[in-house]
């Protein structure tokens, strides 16, 4: 493998078979909860992949029992302490959800455990998503008094429809694999000692297939989607950079600390 070409990763490892990519969100500890230096890391992790010239399939996973459980609750408070930290993560933010849409090479999701918040995002932003039975999907923002700007107000219409996409976001709740597959949110859900033989079936597959024509149908695939994340991102974290100074995000945030509900004021 040619380390030098991802160099500096502190929170994200790679691997290879052949021409496939796998890339690790690799803070299994904390659920690979997206901290300060993994979101830096996100932000640029599939420039680089895209330009990585030993590979023609990426996977994307997680470390561990989840694949991402959102955002890390430390980093949050930072982020109310030092608005001028979050005005860096809204940059990053948009960041990730464009390079992810600008990868050219097919993006499999191995979603080997449950994604949240952010971690839904990155899953859903992939070109496939398969998913371990025991796995839950959620973008649970206004849970912790936030917007769903990162991409969720992007993305969820487009694979679900406005209703329901709306019913998950305003509420959060979390959806099982097997049901987040029968509303077309995922592609499947599968035995966890299936998921291998699922996600590196298909990845084997792709690579050995004609890669150019696979690689340009998915850009064509994705350019109506591009449009509209360009569209819609300033807005939603504008929003969300606004919610991140509510007095109801700091009791989110202070009630998880404190390991209680969090009784929200609207304020």
């Known amino acids: 493998m040619n380390v030098d070409f991802f160099k500096g990763y502190e929170t994200i490892t790679f691997g290879r078979e052949g021409r496939i990519l796998t890339i690790t969100l690799n803070l299994p500890d904390t659920l690979n909860a997206v901290n300060a230096r993994m979101h830096t890391e996100l932000a640029r992790v599939f420039l680089d ?11 994307l996973t997680g470390a561990g029992r989840a694949f991402c459980a959102g955002g890390d609750v430390d980093w949050m408070q930072d982020s109310i302490d030092d608005p001028e930290m979050f005005a860096t993560t809204a940059v990053e933010g948009k960041r990730i959800i464009f390079t992810q849409l600008d990868l050219e090479k097919p993006l499999i999701c191995r979603l080997n455990g449950h994604a949240m918040g952010l971690g839904a995002t990155l899953a859903l932003g992939c070109d496939v998503v398969i998913a371990s039975e025991k796995a ?12 769903a700007g990162d991409g969720g107000a992007v993305l969820w219409p487009q694979l679900i429809g406005y209703l329901r996409a709306k019913e998950y976001l305003l509420t959060g709740d979390p959806i099982p694999a097997a049901e987040a597959a029968r509303m077309g949110l995922i592609n499947r859900a599968v035995a966890p000692e299936m998921l291998d033989d699922e996600v590196y079936g298909l990845a084997r597959r792709l690579a050995g297939g004609a890669r150019k ?26 929003y969300e950079t606004l919610s991140n100074i509510s007095k109801d995000h700091q009791e989110a945030v202070t009630a998880f600390r404190e390991k209680r509900k969090p009784v929200f004021t609207g304020q």
């Not at 064509?220 to 300033?234: E, F």
């Open 49 to 59: 992949a895209n330009d990585d010239p030993d590979s023609d399939i990426v996977v």
């Open 136 to 147: 839950k999907v959620a973008d649970p923002h206004v849970s912790i008094g936030l917007v």
């Open 213 to 238: 024509a696979i690689r340009w149908t998915k850009v064509a695939t994705n350019l109506g989607l591009k449009q509209l994340a360009h569209m819609i991102m300033d807005t939603g974290i504008a």
